[in-house]
């Protein structure tokens, strides 16, 4: 049996995650995301690929959303209520939560200020969460009889997990997006050891490796603070859920430490009811922000103030936090035009800006520089840039620490550039020794997995699987226990027995297989030797066998000798035909664990040459 | 009065004899003692026929057992009905088919009630174990009632074929139980190695863990294993766990492999040792990125406890790429589950990993992790400093002070290189809110050498504005101030010449020193250099008296390195290098002899000790009880030594100064008399000792130099020496475990007060004194004859005086002349404390009898009064007599 795994998006490229596994005979899709660079058919997964018919409800199992970025869950209500699909959907409580106001921003965007033809609607978005079933962290949900998938911590958003998913013995981890360090409002990916057949990761930065959050944050600090202590204005575009929060409480905190009056606000909109969320939904934050609640928390932030547009020429200093992130319209890009043509004001970049974006031209500028914002408007820039290094992503280090640490049998990497994720592929292989592939979009992988059997068990093996049987080989100081193992599989009507009942199960009688061999001792030609005298060469033997083998006997009234379960005797049969005259026959017999004692022994015999001076 | 009880009880306690028949004594009284008596004993009728409904039935009904259960918690029950339960239960216990479980509980609780049946108890289990009937699942619970240490258990619990039967049993709770009290067992190491290691590859994870668990136990019990190829299996079979699936399971192969790689990399050949010791290292440094908090815990406890670890993988660990010197390097060890070598690489950014964790528990851990390496490489230490400043900013005061003292232990090492950028960290962790930050942060302060004078100018200001914030934390910044100063002697020379304006009295002649700020730079000047034999100081010498008025204050800040009296000699004698001096308030023949002793004193450690005063080297912990009580008794030695530098004070009779001087000390030692037991009595011991003191003193100067003004009239002398008399003989009866050197000091002062009176010539009780004097004599004479004694002049002269007098006729006429020329020979001694001093001490109080409700009597009949009596040190063989008289208030 084969996991099947179908890359719908983000094979090879950062946007629209989709893949659609199929393990022992069930069909999960993971993540249902759309791509933001396009505007045509391509911003969606390929669909069509999953079932000819156009019926998702019957080809799929069920639908497994990782969290509320749009490059995860942008074409679901597409995917529900355009396509059809019908069955199961599992996101986190939080992304349920957030989900339809990212949905929902996004529709507006498209459709008021770009006057796109809207593809999906309010209604839809409605619609489609009611369809959502959501789930806790480490529940585990039975989709169906044989189904079973569990939400693990991952840092990355508020509400972002990884999934597990069995089927019978096969199982397989979809990581999502995840980081591995812990940040101010999120904490570190957590996950069980489990027994995995695949790992599907993200591989955002697959060969970025990122130095340690205190000095990103002590960077960032100084920026802020040189800027605002010498009067400039700071402006920080961000994404409204997630790093807005992480760099206010960061701020927030150095405000109070170091007793700073100058403003921070936050435009208003969906940062602020975002914030709403993140105070509910404590439990989903990190560990600091989970142990002070009670006292303070963290998501009342002491110092910071709602904006009001008519303080963007306001004189004096200040913070403000503006969406969108990569300064691409909205608010942001008003205040930036008012505010980056002084060189004492400070903007911050958000460490991933799209082509095309404002963002992307500053971080390639030399400032002072002009941006061409159309055909008529310039920007004079002389502010100062300070770009961010804060990530949610977990940097190459973190990746091969997942990887290691849950050491599956295989690797995908997804949501990755496609030369860095080459690189890590071969990080994987050589460094760990695990199978890694990186499939294109619409690719499918096939991998070897668990078969899965159902068996009985009999009572004899039941019994010897409680009592302990260990063996310790002295040399090396392995420790075997066969207890579970030492078990025999009868394939038709499957069951386990033990060893012992093997004869009866079967219903046959036992038998032994035992090597032989004829094996000659040369003597001299001129010399035919009597019977006696052929026992008493026999004694010789014995003496030069007991040489090297000290264990060795003689059996049958002087006519054999022993060594362990080798038997060595005087050939007595007249026909046999590989007699001749002037050479001693042996008959040798030996079971199969004493192979090499037996060959040893006969090569001994073999040198021996025999001459009645002996006798 | 009986208690009444009311008629709803009255079927059920039908002959019930009350226990206790209460005398009218106060309504307290009486509830003390009902409430002390909740259980009632049940009537022996009951207990009868609850002991027969057991003895019938080998299986105990449930009732019987709660029965039985009724009986043995009952306090009550009779000896002999608990001997039929044991009885009783014995005999079940050893039919097979009673319910064995639970007559072991009954067992159980049985010898838990009655520990004196414990023995018999024991006895009946031991028999049950040995019984071939016994059913393998009731020996473990049987088991655990024996005490291995019991020399009639010794057999069961050394016997191997009852051990391995029951580890080789089928039920895992058996087997369970067995490896986690592996340690009671006394098996041969070989057995008990061969059945942990199997037992480390059980299905069941609690199995594991306990095996695991046990192999560390053993080594822990000392079980010597010296072959090494056993214990790199060990080691080896513990490093394939650490893969396991189970948390708990991981948590003990961490600890395991610590243990055990310890002893193998100690049991490796010298020149493989280096190497296996980064194995192992690394080995531990792959769990910190473990999923589960402990066991990331237990990796860093464990990094921590690894002595020696090369430089270039302690590099690595700052660093996520891998670094050239490492980067092809293999050591042998478990990477996964698959591969069996260990990439150096595997090492890095272990320690940072630790410190950006999400738990505080495993920021702490990796920042105590951090002390031993930083030790071993100073450019990893280098490295680590940027790390822990940031984790200085951390939001726990645990992360941040463990922090600190990582920076410390550095510190004390020499390895701290502090940049200027740093220090504004450190500055602002000096004014943090708590109070043991800021003091961890003075302790790294004091070992911190600073490269540069404006650092160390930016330091001294930030310890004073530390000072003018927290006045509370004087003491503790003058000694750093002083440290520091020790530290960076040209330093300090430059920073007082530029202050030195600032130390000047203003123009109007006052001493304008209550500025918090100029404490400071006194404690600062203090600790710089001077010569002492060519007498030159390097600072402008009327900065050591101008450090005088502030005495008080800064020998309370320096008193771990200095006391009092020697700073006052020490500054006196500096400011003396000029030819301006504050001696004039004082009496110049007095300071001379002062001086006389101390400066001879001081010569002799100039020669040694740069600093003057003793500098105690290496790190200085927080203070602990101990540690106090150690205080404490150095203190009361150094008290004892001074005193002896008082006499001739005494004899000069400038008691105004001794009697200053013994105050100040009384209260220093008083501030230790809230501390231990241990202590308890060596403060009063010495506290008793400085009054005797200064009586002595007082009297000394009335009868020799007559200066002393206060003591004026007839009788004063007689009343001092009463006094002294009496606090003597307190001293002799009142302190066990003195040795003969205390009581002969004792007995000396004795002799000194008698001979005093005698030789005073008071005539009143001349007989009455001659024959107290002549009996201290004999003790001392019985004293002297125990062994050699340090001869006292005075002692020996009167000991002759007394034999040459013998018992003449007209001894009261010569006697006083000649006591008067004994006691011209005597002069004080010190008194060297051998050990613990036991103050005998009792605490009497009446209860109950109070000014406004005093106790209830009628006169002419007897009265009850209670007490409560506290006793001290009474050993039982002391007999204590308790005297009441009456007194009459008028």
Same mark, same amino acid.
């Given at each position: 049996m084969a996991i099947e795994c179908l890359v719908l998006g983000a094979g090879q490229e950062v946007g629209k995650s989709c893949v659609v596994v199929t393990i022992n005979g069930k069909r999960i899709m993971f993540d249902c995301g759309m791509h933001m660079g396009y505007t045509d058919h391509r911003r969606y997964p390929e669909f069509s690929l999953i079932s000819d018919s156009g019926d998702?409800?019957?080809?799929?199992? #069920?639908?497994?959303?990782?969290?509320?970025?749009?490059?995860?869950?942008?074409?679901?209500?597409?995917?529900?209520?355009?396509?059809g @699909?019908?069955?199961?959907?599992?996101?986190?409580?939080?992304?349920?939560?957030?989900?339809?106001?990212?949905? %929902?921003?996004?529709?507006? /965007?498209?459709? !008021?200020?770009?006057?796109?033809? &809207?593809?999906?609607?309010?209604?839809?978005?409605?619609?489609?969460?009611?369809?959502?079933?959501?789930?806790?962290?480490?529940?585990?949900?039975?989709?169906?009889?044989?189904?079973?998938?569990?939400?693990?911590?991952?840092?990355?958003?508020?509400?972002?997990?990884?999934?597990?998913a069995k089927v019978g013995d096969a199982a397989l981890v979809y990581t999502g997006d995840y980081n591995m360090v812990p940040d101010r409002h999120l904490g570190a990916a957590q996950i069980d050891r489990l027994q995995l057949d695949l790992v599907i990761t993200e591989s955002t930065y697959a060969t970025t490796y990122r130095d340690s959050k205190y000095v990103r944050e002590r960077e960032f600090l100084k920026a802020v603070h040189k800027c605002v202590a010498s009067g400039g204005k700071v402006l920080i575009p961000t994404f409204a859920l997630g790093r807005a929060q992480e760099l206010c409480m960061l701020l927030d905190d150095y405000w109070e430490r170091t007793n700073l009056k100058v403003p921070i606000y936050f435009s208003a909109g969906l940062t602020i009811q975002a914030n709403l969320y993140y105070k509910i939904l404590i439990s989903w934050t990190s560990q600091k922000v989970k142990d002070t609640h009670a006292r303070h928390n963290a998501f009342d932030f002491k110092n910071v103030i709602s904006f009001d547009r008519s303080l963007i020429n306001a004189p004096g200093p200040c913070v403000l936090f503006a969406t969108p992130g990569m300064i691409s319209g909205g608010f942001s890009l008003e205040v930036f035009k008012q505010w980056a043509p002084y060189e004492e004001n400070l903007v911050t970049l958000p460490g991933y800006c799209l082509a095309g974006t404002i963002g992307h031209k500053l971080m390639s500028a030399k400032i002072p520089t002009q941006i061409k914002l159309d055909e008529d408007v310039k920007i004079d820039v002389r502010c100062q840039i300070h770009q961010l290094s804060f990530s949610p992503h977990t940097d190459a280090k973190g990746i091969m620490d997942l990887i *290691?640490?849950?050491?599956? *049998?295989?690797?995908?990497?997804?949501?990755?550039?496609?030369?860095?994720?080459?690189a890590l592929r071969e990080k994987i292989q050589s460094e760990l020794a695990i199978e890694c592939c990186y499939p294109a979009n619409n690719e499918t992988v096939l991998i070897p997995s668990t078969h899965h059997i159902e068996a009985g068990a009999s009572d004899a093996f039941l019994q010897s699987c409680l009592v302990p049987q260990f063996q310790i080989f002295e040399n090396q100081c392995w420790v075997y226990d066969d207890r579970v193992a030492q078990g025999i599989l009868t394939l038709q009507n499957p069951r386990v027995f033990s060893q012992n009942e093997l004869r009866d199960v079967l219903g046959v009688e036992n038998h032994q297989v035992k090597f032989a061999h004829c094996c000659s001792a040369a003597y001299d030609s001129d010399w035919s030797p009597s019977i006696s005298q052929k026992n008493s060469l026999l004694q010789l033997l014995f003496g030069i066998v007991s040489r090297d083998f000290p264990d060795c006997i003689m059996l049958d009234s002087q006519k054999?000798?022993?060594?362990?379960?080798?038997?060595?005797?005087?050939?007595?049969? %007249?026909? #046999?035909?590989?007699?001749?005259?002037?050479?001693?026959?042996?008959?040798?017999?030996?079971?199969?664990?004493?192979? &090499?004692?037996?060959?040893?022994v006969i090569s001994l015999v073999k040198n021996v040459k025999l001459s009645r001076d002996f006798t | 009065m009986c208690i009444s009880v009311g008629p709803k009880y009255s079927v059920l306690f039908y002959n019930f004899r009350p226990k206790y028949k209460i005398k009218e004594l106060g309504p307290k009284f009486k509830i003390a003692k009902v409430t002390s008596s909740p259980h009632q004993r049940p009537p022996l009728l009951m207990e009868q026929r609850l002991v027969a409904a057991v003895g019938r039935n080998p299986n105990l009904s449930p009732k019987s057992s709660v029965a039985v259960l009724s009986l043995i918690t009952n306090p009550c029950t009779s000896d002999s009905t608990l001997t039929t339960i044991v009885e009783t239960l014995n005999l079940h216990l050893q039919n097979p088919n009673s319910n064995h479980q639970q007559i072991l509980s009954l067992l159980s609780a049985l010898s838990d009630y009655h520990p004196r049946l414990?023995?018999?108890?024991?006895?009946?289990?031991h028999a049950f174990i040995l019984l071939p009937s016994t059913p393998t699942s009731a020996l473990p619970h049987a088991l655990s009632f024996l005490n291995p240490a019991d020399s009639t258990a010794l057999d069961l619990f050394s016997d191997e074929s009852l051990f391995l039967s029951l580890c080789f049993y089928e039920c895992v709770k058996t087997r369970k139980w067995m490896l986690r009290n592996v340690s009671k067992f006394r098996m041969r190491p070989s057995v008990l190695l061969t059945v942990l290691l199997g037992f480390t590859k059980d299905p069941y994870p609690y199995i594991r863990e306990a095996a695991l668990d046990g192999l560390v136990m053993i080594l822990n019990d000392g079980v010597v294993v010296e072959d090494r190829s056993l214990v790199g299996g060990c080691y080896f079979r513990a490093a394939e766990l650490l893969f396991d699936a189970d948390n708990s399971v991981r948590r003990s192969a961490v600890r395991a492999v610590s243990e055990w790689g310890h002893l193998h990399v100690a049991l490796n050949p010298d020149e493989s040792k280096r190497d296996w010791s980064d194995a192992l290292f690394l080995q531990l440094c792959l769990m910190v990125r473990d999923m589960d908090m402990e066991v990331r815990v237990a990796a860093f406890n464990a990094l921590g406890k690894i002595p020696t670890v090369s430089e270039n993988i302690l590099l690595q660990t700052l660093s996520k790429k891998a670094l050239p010197s490492t980067k092809e390097k293999v050591y042998p060890g478990r990477y996964t589950a698959k591969l069996s070598k260990i990439p150096a690489t595997a090492a890095a950014f272990a320690f940072l990993h630790g410190l950006e964790d999400e738990f505080f528990q495993v920021r702490r851990s990796a920042c105590r992790a951090l002390q031993t390496p930083t030790v071993l490489s100073a450019e990893f230490s280098c490295g680590t400093v940027d790390i822990l400043m940031d984790m200085l900013n951390d939001d726990l005061v645990m992360v941040r002070l463990q922090a600190l003292e990582t920076l410390h232990h550095m510190a004390t090492y020499g390895h701290l290189n502090v940049a200027e950028s740093h220090l504004h960290m450190f500055f602002s962790v000096l004014i943090d809110n708590d109070a043991l930050i800021r003091s961890a942060m003075r302790k790294t302060l004091q070992y911190t050498k600073l490269q540069k004078l404006a650092m160390f100018r930016s330091c001294i200001e930030n310890l004073i504005k530390n000072l003018e914030l927290y006045p509370e934390d004087e003491a503790d910044i003058f000694y750093a101030l002083y440290r520091i100063g020790c530290l960076h002697r040209k330093f300090v020379v430059k920073i007082i010449q530029e202050v030195s304006q600032e130390l000047e009295p203003s123009f109007d002649g006052k001493l304008g020193f209550n500025k918090v700020r100029t404490?400071?730079?006194?404690?600062?000047?203090?600790?710089?250099?001077?010569?002492? &034999?060519? =007498?030159?100081?390097?600072?402008?010498?009327?900065?050591?008296?101008?450090?005088?008025?502030?005495?008080?204050?800064?020998?309370?800040?320096?008193?771990?390195?200095?006391?009092?009296?020697?700073?006052?000699?020490?500054?006196?004698?500096?400011?003396?290098?000029?030819?301006?001096?504050?001696?004039?308030?004082?009496?110049?023949?007095?300071?001379?002899?002062?001086?006389?002793?101390?400066?001879?004193?001081?010569?002799?450690?100039?020669?040694?000790?740069?600093?003057?005063?003793? /500098?105690?080297?290496?790190?200085?912990?927080?203070?602990?009880?101990?540690?106090?009580?150690?205080?404490?008794?150095?203190?009361?030695?150094?008290?004892?030594?001074?005193?002896?530098?008082?006499?001739?004070?005494?004899?000069?009779? #400038?008691?105004?100064?001794?009697?200053?001087?013994?105050?100040?000390? =009384?209260?220093?030692?008083?501030?230790?008399?809230?501390?231990?037991?241990?202590?308890?009595?060596?403060?009063?011991?010495?506290?008793?000792?400085?009054?005797?003191?200064?009586?002595?003193g007082n009297a000394w100067a009335y009868s020799f130099t007559k200066t002393n003004?206060?003591?004026?009239?007839?009788?004063?002398?007689?009343?001092?020496?009463?006094?002294?008399?009496?606090?003597?003989? %307190?001293?002799?009866?009142? @302190?066990?475990?003195?040795?003969?050197? %205390?009581?002969?000091?004792?007995?000396?002062?004795?002799?000194?007060? @008698?001979?005093?009176?005698?030789?005073?010539? !008071?005539?009143?009780?001349? &007989?009455?004194?001659?024959?107290?004097?002549?009996?201290?004599?004999?003790?001392?004479?019985?004293?002297?004859?125990?062994?050699?004694?340090?001869?006292?002049?005075?002692?020996?002269?009167?000991?002759?005086?007394?034999?040459?007098?013998? !018992?003449?006729?007209?001894?009261?006429?010569?006697?006083?002349?000649?006591?008067?020329?004994?006691?011209?020979?005597?002069?004080?001694?010190?008194?060297?404390l051998s050990g613990e001093l036991k103050y005998l001490d009792a605490e009497l109080d009446a209860c109950g009898n109070d000014f406004q409700k005093p106790l209830p009597f009628v006169p002419g009949l007897p009265v009850g009064i209670p007490f409560e009596i506290t006793l001290r040190n009474m050993s039982s063989e002391i007999k204590l007599w308790l005297a009441i008289s009456v007194g009459h208030p008028e």
């Open positions: 998702f409800t019957s080809a799929l199992s #069920c639908v497994i959303i990782t969290h509320f970025h749009l490059d995860h869950i942008g074409a679901l209500p597409y995917f529900t209520q355009v396509c @699909y019908n069955g199961p959907i599992y996101m986190t409580y939080p992304t349920k939560a957030l989900a339809p106001l990212m949905l %929902e921003d996004y529709r507006k /965007v498209m459709v !008021d200020r770009r006057g796109e033809e &809207e593809q999906f609607s309010c209604e839809h978005i409605a619609e489609c969460m009611k369809k959502v079933t959501a789930v806790d962290l480490k529940q585990t949900v039975h989709v169906d009889k044989d189904l079973q998938i569990r939400a693990y911590y991952a840092g990355h958003v508020l509400g972002a997990a990884m999934f597990y *290691k640490f849950l050491s599956p *049998k295989h690797v995908i990497l997804v949501h990755g550039e496609k030369p860095k994720m080459g054999s000798i022993q060594v362990g379960s080798f038997v060595v005797s005087l050939c007595s049969r %007249e026909e #046999c035909p590989s007699s001749n005259e002037d050479a001693l026959h042996f008959c040798c017999t030996w079971s199969a664990t004493d192979e &090499e004692l037996a060959w040893t | 414990r023995h018999r108890v024991g006895a009946a289990v404490a400071g730079l006194f404690v600062l000047a203090i600790s710089a250099p001077v010569s002492l &034999e060519r =007498k030159t100081s390097s600072i402008p010498p009327q900065i050591f008296s101008y450090a005088v008025t502030l005495l008080g204050r800064i020998s309370c800040g320096l008193v771990e390195v200095v006391d009092e009296n020697t700073l006052l000699t020490y500054l006196s004698q500096c400011s003396r290098f000029t030819f301006t001096s504050t001696s004039e308030n004082f009496e110049g023949g007095l300071l001379d002899f002062g001086l006389k002793y101390n400066h001879n004193h001081l010569h002799e450690k100039s020669n040694e000790v740069s600093s003057l005063f003793p /500098v105690t080297m290496g790190p200085k912990k927080f203070t602990t009880p101990l540690e106090s009580q150690v205080k404490a008794m150095s203190c009361v030695e150094i008290i004892f030594q001074k005193v002896v530098d008082l006499w001739p004070l005494i004899q000069l009779g #400038c008691m105004n100064e001794v009697t200053r001087t013994l105050r100040s000390w =009384k209260e220093g030692i008083s501030s230790f008399t809230r501390d231990t037991h241990q202590t308890a009595g060596v403060v009063v011991f010495a506290l008793k000792y400085i009054h005797i003191i200064k009586l002595l003004l206060q003591l004026k009239g007839m009788g004063a002398l007689e009343n001092l020496l009463g006094k002294m008399e009496r606090r003597l003989s %307190e001293m002799l009866y009142r @302190y066990v475990g003195m040795s003969r050197n %205390e009581e002969l000091h004792i007995l000396e002062l004795m002799l000194v007060t @008698y001979a005093m009176r005698l030789s005073h010539g !008071d005539t009143s009780c001349f &007989e009455e004194y001659t024959k107290k004097l002549n009996s201290v004599i004999r003790s001392v004479e019985c004293l002297h004859k125990e062994g050699p004694v340090e001869g006292s002049h005075f002692v020996t002269e009167l000991l002759n005086v007394s034999h040459e007098i013998g !018992d003449s006729e007209d001894k009261a006429v010569d006697m006083p002349d000649l006591l008067l020329n004994s006691l011209k020979l005597f002069s004080l001694k010190r008194i060297v």
